[in-house]
């Protein structure tokens, strides 16, 4: 049988958690293989000073079975590059399965994969959505046919979980789940906006001002 094809969309500025968390995972999978392309085959810094190392160029990429787009900072710029929403248009054309983690979601939008679609991205770009045709669905990961969008870097795990239990079985997801210990036991409740305290939202929210600004002017461009 022929490898399952999983490829991964990095750019510049990426969360490397959005990438790294549901890589983990997926690079488990049985009888897959994981491309990391990039417009080249240069180191991508990712917002966290961890650069990342393509393993194929857009130009060369195969036939992709899965397309995940990571987000970060970098998707403003992602989202209005050409040949970055070419490759994942042509990707997606012939892809079983089109994601996203995070704010990758708009990248995915902007190329036109989300209209009339129910979708969900981190929680502070939520009402974004709107602007790429999509509706936002209240859910750590959507699935709406073969488009499936995760929530804010951490759901990446969750959401490669799901995929690998859809894929392969619910027995292969539980071991990779055990042999990655994913066993979350956060040491507070605030990691979703319907559990943090006020004054803890209020922060967070204020640091997300200038970015989501940047996002609306794209997305409305």
């Known amino acids: 049988m022929p490898a399952f094809n999983i490829g991964f969309v990095i750019f510049p ?17 049985p009888d897959s293989k994981t491309h990391i392309v990039a417009k080249s085959l240069e180191p991508v810094p990712s917002d966290c000073g961890l650069s990342l190392v393509p393993t194929v160029t857009f130009q060369d990429c195969p036939q992709l079975d899965l397309i995940c787009v990571p987000g970060g900072s970098g998707v403003v710029n992602a989202m209005t590059d050409a040949d970055t929403i070419n490759f994942v248009q042509g990707q997606a054309a012939g892809a079983r399965y089109i994601t996203s983690v995070c704010t990758g979601a708009f990248v995915l939008g902007t190329a036109g994969l989300l209209k009339g679609r129910r979708a969900t991205t981190h929680w502070a770009y939520t009402d974004l959505l709107r602007f790429v045709g999509a509706t936002y669905e209240k859910a750590r990961v959507v699935w709406d046919g073969n488009v499936i969008t995760a929530g804010g870097v951490t759901s990446g795990i969750d959401f490669a979980l799901q995929i690998v239990a859809g894929i392969a079985g619910e027995d292969v997801a ?3 789940q055990l042999s990655i210990e994913y066993d979350p036991a956060p040491p507070f409740a605030s990691g979703h906006p ?17 970015r989501r600004e940047a996002y609306r002017l794209a997305l409305q461009d």
Not at 13 to 29: A, K
Not at 195 to 202: L, S
């Open 13 to 29: 500025d990426l969360t490397q958690l959005d990438f790294t968390g549901p890589l983990q995972v997926l690079n488990r999978m």
């Open 194 to 210: 319907d559990r943090a305290p006020d004054t803890i939202m209020r922060r967070v929210s204020a640091g997300f001002a200038k």
């Open 174 to 176: 539980q071991a990779i």
